[in-house]
């Protein structure tokens, strides 16, 4: 976007504001303000800037208030210092001037917009002159406003936060300085298999938690209680563990763990060796010698990579193994990159947010590029060429 001459055009813009809001208000506006300097970078070059993005997942075809971008566009108004309008009906074209900004109303209320709709994707196209996808949290979704859009639009182009993105993403996966650590955390193995196969083969060391290090507990032949894990995916976990032995890399195992008979913030903490967790308990959180070893690779690290929490960190009696590792993350001179809403919450609430190299905005299209897949808007940038012309 930056090296086209937008004085006096029409710019559109696709932004992902998807933030959680309760009761009308914008809860966390980290998106937003991730997005506002590309409209300020387009207001600043002269253009009319239109602003596209969804919010949650309404039902196509019927509008409905509780996902209306409404509470965003005054966010941003407040933001920016300047009115951004929102504009409930905006396929038949609006009216802008330069220096002004528009928000049109959620995306997904239009019926194709999912299924990548060529006829929608055509009027999105025709309401600017410029097409600038930059919503990286929504770029491995190839719908009508993230992918269609930036075909059939007279020049298409990455927007400054997408290209953050990608380098900073690949500045910690394709030519990375070692050692390289990730940490994969959160509930569910089946989620993250993708991206802990691959993560295996490229970082040095591959540190597990959450429900996902409950499978690999398991495969080590130790008891895991009444823990959350999936029991089929133990092979799973079992041929990760040979896999990354194969490419030189290593699965740690925590030695020590907190446990709790049942999940509730007023549960009782019991730390114990991994092999000494009762049938009734379960797994809550890395014990303490775990945390300290783990937090010491950290601290050695070229650069880490970090998704998902290693404990119920939302409950203080096992947020201590999350809290050391985020400190020592803080305390590395290592490139480090965080990404998806439960990892940015644990670092709003250990306060290291400000330490951390680079904060994606992305959650799924995070996990995507790490997978290595292509992400479809992305894909649509490049079949457009270096210009962005047809
Ligand atoms: C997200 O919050 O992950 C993105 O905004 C994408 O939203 P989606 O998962 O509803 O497509
Ligand atoms: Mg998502």
């Known amino acids: 976007m930056e090296d086209l001459d937008l004085r006096g055009k029409r710019v559109l813009i696709r932004q992902d504001l998807n933030v959680p809001i309760v009761d009308g208000k914008v809860t966390s506006d980290a998106r937003i303000r991730a997005s506002l300097p590309t409209v300020e970078a387009a207001l600043e070059m002269g253009a009319a800037v239109i602003l596209m993005s969804h919010l949650g997942r309404p039902t196509e075809g019927e509008f409905d208030e509780k996902f209306s971008l409404g509470p965003v ?66 770029a491995h979704r190839a719908q009508a406003s993230t992918h269609g859009v930036g075909l059939f639009a ?42 802990l196969e691959r993560l295996s083969e490229k970082v040095d060391q591959l540190i597990v938690g959450g429900g996902i290090a409950n499978n690999f507990i398991a495969a080590a032949g130790h008891s895991v209680g009444t823990s959350l894990y999936e029991p089929d995916l133990v092979d799973a976990a079992r041929h990760l563990v040979a896999r990354a032995a194969d490419s030189g890399s290593s699965i740690p195992i925590p030695t020590d763990v907190v446990v709790a008979t049942e999940f509730s913030p007023t549960a009782t903490p019991r730390t114990c060796d991994v092999d000494d967790v009762a049938a009734d308990e379960m797994i809550l959180d890395i014990g303490p010698r775990t945390a300290a070893q783990y937090a010491e690779m950290l601290r050695k690290a070229g650069t880490i990579v970090w998704n998902g929490p290693v404990g119920v960190f939302e409950f203080e009696a096992f947020a201590a193994g999350t809290r050391e590792l985020a400190l020592a993350i803080a305390d590395s001179k290592a490139f480090s990159i965080a990404g998806g809403g439960d990892t940015l919450a644990a670092l709003e609430m250990f306060g290291i947010a400000d330490a951390v190299s680079y904060i994606s905005t992305g959650g799924g299209a995070f996990l995507e590029f790490l997978e290595g897949k292509k992400l479809p808007a992305v894909a649509m940038l490049e079949s457009r060429g270096p210009e962005g012309n047809k």
Request: proline content about 5%; charged content about 30%; aromatic content about 4%.
């Open 73 to 138: 566009a005054g966010c941003m108004s407040r933001l920016l210092g300047q009115d951004v309008r929102l504009e409930r009906d905006w396929l038949d074209g609006v009216e802008i001037e330069p220096g002004e900004v528009i928000l049109c109303e959620n995306v997904r209320f239009n019926p194709g917009e999912k299924a990548d709709d060529e006829q929608l994707a055509r009027r999105m196209a025709s309401l600017a002159d410029v097409y600038v996808m930059d919503a990286f949290g929504t």
């Open 154 to 195: 007279t020049i298409a182009c990455a927007g400054p936060l997408l290209t953050r993105e990608l380098e900073a993403l690949g500045k910690a996966l394709k030519d990375p300085v070692r050692p390289v650590i990730a940490i994969v955390g959160g509930a569910k193995v089946s989620t993250k298999l993708e991206v």
